[in-house]
């Protein structure tokens, strides 16, 4: 069984429903996992999403604000999700597959602006959250099927995961302090960081544009926020993993794009 995974912070799936199903034609990913859907569960929009051929749904919103959700074209049972930092704000949802494998969809918070969590509630947030993602992949269990992580991360922590490491080192998404506990995080269950596995370390790639940039292209000061995780005993059935660049350019895009990995189960 092969198997393609998708993940996209939408940044609404109502607003961009008509992306949703290009990238579905398009890319004809398995698994969908979209974040900042910003649509409260009563009002998903399941019906178009169903007719895409994703019949299987897992969601959980909040109006106008964070927002999670899978969308699959195979049954799957649902795992309970996690509140971390204490907050019921939908953050999180996962599912387990027929086949055994278990897929979490993340959304890590921004940050706010300023990097300093004594300054600044909302980094301290990001902070505490990641630290609770630290201890939550360190007590995932090391064996069944596998695990996949997916979600808009909100930190890139590569030096060309950015388009200037020495300008972003005081930028959130990008501090050391972030970096540092995303690494910790990764550490923690040995997650395999699917496009980095593909795409040389050395080699500049990124899956979010701002929209105050007037030309994002010409300009091209991306940040990798976007990631998909496997497990280690699922590396040698990793068969790509890419960011789908092209999809910043569609008509009212998302400022993040699809990032995709197959796998061969």
Known sequence: MSLRIASWNINSVRMRIELLRRLAEDEAP??????????????????????????????????????????SKHPFEAIEPENWCGRNDSRHVAVRLSN?????????????????????????????????LIDWSGRLPTNGTGRVVVGDFNVA????????????????????????????????????????HFVPAEEKIYSWW?????????????????????????????????????ARGWEKASDHVPVLADLDL
């Open 157 to 196: 922590p590569l030096e060309h995961d950015v388009w200037s490491h020495k300008q972003l080192l005081k930028v959130v998404s990008h501090t050391p302090v972030e970096v540092e506990r995303l690494q910790r995080m990764q550490a923690a269950h040995d997650w395999v960081d699917t496009v980095r």
């Open 30 to 71: 398995d698994v969908i996992c979209l974040q900042e859907t910003k649509v409260e569960d009563d009002k998903f929009p399941h019906l178009e999403i169903g007719a895409m051929g994703y019949p299987h749904r897992e969601v959980r919103g909040m109006k106008a604000y964070n927002g999670v959700a899978i969308l």
């Open 210 to 246: 701002s929209y105050r940039a007037r030309d994002w292209a010409k300009s091209d000061r991306g940040r990798r926020l976007d990631h998909i995780w496997v497990s280690p005993n699922l590396v040698d059935r990793l068969r790509s993993a890419s960011i789908l660049k092209a």
């Open 100 to 132: 055994g494998l278990e897929v979490h969809d993340i959304y890590i918070p921004s940050g706010g602006d300023t990097p300093d969590p004594a300054e600044n509630d909302k980094f301290a947030h990001k902070l505490g959250f990641l630290d609770e």
